[in-house]
C-alpha cells in the first residue's frame, strides 16, 4: 500500500509574558521542526502571551497584520513549512477573539479561526474562568487542505463540542488540530479522554497542541501534548515540559478504520441529523 500522509510537529512551547521571546521561540522551534522532517508544524493555544483574561487585552493584535502574524508567516515561508499558528489574542475594532491562523509554505494564509466556544466554567475551590468577560466569540467552522489532507481546526474549550468536530469530518476532514491549555484540574480528567472520543467517534486523526507548564504561571497549563488515532489510540504524548513531538499522519488508517467498522455509513439520518448553519454576517 502506497503511504499517504504528512509528518506534523507539536510544539509544546514555554510561554511567559514576554511576547517578543515567545514569538522568538516559536520561530526557532518552527525552523527546528523543519529540520527534524516536519511538513506541518502546530503551536500552543496562546503562545505569544500568558493565558488569562486580564492580559488578552495588552497583548492583542490585528490579524493578519500585527507582528506576530508577520512573524508567523516569514517563518512558514523561510522553513517552507505549514504552520498552524497556535492562538493568540486578535484586536479587531472594539472586539477581542481568541483566534488560530494557519501558514502556508509560501508565507500565505490559509485559514483563521476565532475560538467559537468561550471557556467559561466554575468548578468551586478549583477553576473559575470567563473568556466571555473579555473575549468575542467566532462565528464560523474552519477547515483548510494542506499536502492532500483536509485539516479542521478548533481552540481548545472547542474540543467540547462534538457537533463542531462531527461538521468538520462530514466536510471530509482526516484531521482535527486543536491548540489548547487545559489546567490542573480539567486537564488530567478530560484532555485524553476528549481527544480519544473525537477520535473514535470521528475515525480521523487528532492533534492536541498544549503550552509546557509553567508552575509560578496564574493559569498553569496541563501540558501533555498529544496525538491520537483514527482508533481513538494515543500515537505519541508528551510530558508537561518544553518539547516537541514528532508524529506521521497515516491517511491509510483512516481509510482502513472507516472501512472495517462503517459507522459512518450506518448512521440513520432518518431519525437524526447535525445541521451546519453557516454563518454569512462574519465579514473580517
Ligand atoms: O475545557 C477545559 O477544561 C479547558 C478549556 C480551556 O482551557 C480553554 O478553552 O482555553
Not at 499558528?85 to 491562523?101: A, D, F, M, V
Not at 468577560?133 to 467552522?141: E, F, M, Y
Request: aromatic share 8%.
Amino acid at each position: 500500500m502506497i503511504k499517504r500522509g504528512l509528518k506534523i510537529a507539536l510544539v509544546q512551547l514555554s510561554v511567559g509574558p514576554d511576547k517578543a521571546k515567545n514569538v522568538e521561540a516559536a520561530v526557532r522551534e518552527i525552523h527546528k521542526a523543519k529540520e527534524m522532517g516536519a511538513q506541518l508544524v502546530a503551536l500552543p493555544e496562546c503562545f505569544n502571551a500568558p493565558y488569562g483574561t486580564k492580559y488578552f487585552s495588552e497583548y492583542a493584535e490585528e490579524v493578519p497584520g500585527g507582528g506576530t502574524s508577520a512573524a508567523l508567516s516569514a517563518a512558514a515561508a523561510a522553513a517552507r513549512v505549514c504552520v498552524v499558528g497556535g492562538s493568540l489574542p486578535e484586536r479587531c475594532g472594539p472586539r477581542l477573539y481568541n483566534t488560530c491562523t494557519v501558514w502556508g509554505p509560501a508565507g500565505e494564509l490559509l485559514a483563521k479561526h476565532r475560538k467559537v466556544h468561550l471557556f467559561d466554567i466554575d468548578i468551586p475551590d478549583k477553576i473559575t474562568f470567563r473568556e466571555s468577560d473579555v473575549l468575542s466569540p467566532g462565528d464560523q467552522i474552519t477547515t483548510f487542505e494542506y499536502g492532500g489532507i483536509k485539516i479542521g481546526l478548533g481552540i481548545c474549550y472547542d474540543l467540547r463540542f462534538p457537533e463542531m468536530a462531527q461538521i468538520m469530518a462530514d466536510q471530509g476532514c482526516s484531521l482535527l488540530v486543536y491548540p489548547g491549555a487545559f489546567n490542573m484540574t480539567t486537564g488530567p480528567r478530560h484532555w485524553e479522554v476528549l481527544a480519544r472520543a473525537r477520535a473514535s467517534d470521528l475515525q480521523l486523526w487528532v492533534a492536541l497542541v498544549s503550552p509546557a507548564r509553567a508552575a509560578a504561571a496564574d493559569y498553569v497549563a496541563w501540558g501533555h501534548s498529544l496525538l491520537v488515532d483514527p482508533w481513538g489510540q494515543p500515537a505519541a504524548t508528551l510530558g508537561h515540559e518544553p518539547d516537541t513531538l514528532l508524529a506521521d499522519i497515516d491517511l491509510n488508517t483512516v481509510e482502513e478504520v472507516r472501512s472495517q467498522i462503517p459507522v459512518r455509513r450506518q448512521k440513520r439520518n432518518d431519525i437524526y441529523e447535525i445541521v451546519h448553519k453557516t454563518n454569512k454576517c462574519q465579514t473580517d
